[in-house]
């Protein structure tokens, strides 16, 4: 039995994250990952050039059912924080829009830099290291049976993140974990994930993929703007995989084709401009030509706007403008950057991720139900929750 103050397990950006922060204070730590290596998915991220943080993530940017959760661990470790790991590791980075900070080479640098303060803090890596059992030495820390052995440890950290991706390797380890020791789970679901359609909306739509537009999508209150990706089987872009957290089975969206104009309006004072206008050429003007032509044989008579009576032309205008759209489901954890819900928040400790029930059990990253958007936002909770635990064990 090998005994160590510390296991992490899930080598990707919370467990190397929490596994460094308790080296440096002195704390003998082994991390187990099942994989072949570590960071896959940092590896992976932001088209390889990893999306690290984001200048503004604060918790108006994360879904949890306790949203009050994550501030205290977001406040105590900042974009900033990690931004000054970065910068004395000399990563060059830069801004891509609305505070994503992206590597300039590699998302390799992240994941060396993060090997590399691992190594100095004596982090021992164990990698093609399945977990065979946990057990609990009642208030006297755990035994972990592993592959490679059983080690003995006072605090126990779980980074083994979610669902998506599960060629990536990711499991439901954590959750049943979790279970396991009598803490409740948030029910679990794809997020940051493409919408798909069936039946007749997937017939209206299909035959465009590759078309892209800025718009805005609208689901449960919450909308987000930014780009729309017609797809083989639905939507995606960056309005979309935002939208898919809050899009729950059965709730209808609206896009927004046109979100920088008022289409009925600009539809009336184009008739009486030219009321020749035919309304294709109308929307060819403001729509890919493809599109136009959809809407125009699926939805809209083409007719000159002057045959198009007032009502007629406010319809199309506010059905640009919002357009509700039947959703039959996402494309699921095959091709989801997150997942929604996990360890329920009231269990943990928001201070230090530890359970409540179970001392020296800590859950980091997105194993926890918090769930960042899309822009950097799921890394930096990543850090700090890790950052939080690591600081405690
Ligand atoms: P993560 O999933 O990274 O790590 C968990 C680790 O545990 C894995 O290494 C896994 O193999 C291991 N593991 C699982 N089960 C185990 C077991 N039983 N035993 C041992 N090990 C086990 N976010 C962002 O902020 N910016 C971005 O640019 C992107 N881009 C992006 C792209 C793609 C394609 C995806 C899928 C996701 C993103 N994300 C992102 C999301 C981000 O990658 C994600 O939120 C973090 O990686 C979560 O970090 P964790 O360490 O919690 O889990």
């Not at 002195?26 to 943080?53: D, P, W, Y």
């Not at 909308?223 to 872009?237: E, K, V, Y």
Request: aromatic share 8%; glycine share 12%.
């Amino acid at each position: 039995m090998f005994s160590c103050d510390v296991v992490v397990i899930g080598g990707g950006a919370a467990g190397l994250m929490s596994a460094m922060v308790a080296g440096q204070r002195g704390r003998r730590v082994v991390l187990i990952e099942h994989a072949k290596r570590v960071g896959k998915k940092i590896l992976m991220s932001g088209g390889g050039r990893c999306n690290f943080t984001n200048l503004y993530a604060g918790p108006d940017n994360y879904l949890s059912s306790n949203p009050h959760f994550c501030k205290s661990a977001l406040a105590r470790y900042t974009p900033a924080d990690f931004i000054a790991l970065v910068e004395r590791h000399r990563i060059a980075y830069h801004e891509k829009e609305l505070g994503q900070l992206f590597c300039d080479e590699s998302s390799k640098d992240i994941v060396r830099m993060l090997l590399s303060e691992c190594e100095t803090a004596g982090v021992n890596i164990l990698t093609e290291c399945a977990v065979r059992s946990v057990e609990s030495l009642e208030g006297d820390g755990f035994v972990i049976d592993t592959a490679r052995g059983r080690f003995q440890t006072e605090s126990l950290v779980i980074a083994s993140g979610g669902l998506s991706i599960p060629k990536m390797g990711a499991t439901g380890f954590g959750y049943a974990l979790a279970r396991q020791f009598g803490l409740s789970v948030v029910d679990t679901r794809a997020g940051l994930v493409p919408l798909t359609l069936s039946g007749t909306p997937l017939e209206d739509w299909e035959g465009l993929p590759g078309i892209a537009i800025d718009a805005a999508a609208t689901a449960n209150g919450t909308d987000f703007r930014g780009g729309l990706l017609w797809t083989h089987r639905g939507f995606s872009g960056p309005s979309i995989l935002q939208i898919s957290s809050y899009w729950k089975s059965g709730d209808t969206l609206h896009l927004n084709l046109l979100p920088e104009l008022d289409a009925a309006d600009d539809l009336l004072s184009a008739r009486r401009d030219q009321p020749r206008l035919r309304l294709r050429q109308w929307l060819d003007a403001r729509l890919p030509g493809r599109l136009a032509q959809r809407l125009c044989a699926r939805f809209f008579e083409d007719r000159p706007l002057a045959q198009l009576r007032d009502a007629a032309l406010r319809e199309i205008g506010q059905q640009l403008n919002a357009w509700p759209i039947v959703v039959s489901g996402t494309e699921g954890y095959r091709t989801a950057e997150v997942t929604l819900g996990g360890v329920d928040t009231r269990e943990l400790s928001s201070s230090t991720m530890e359970s409540r029930r179970v001392p020296g059990l800590y859950f980091v990253g997105e194993v926890v139900d918090v769930t960042g958007w899309l822009g950097g936002y799921n890394f930096q909770w990543a850090w700090a929750s890790a950052q939080a635990a690591g600081a405690a064990v």
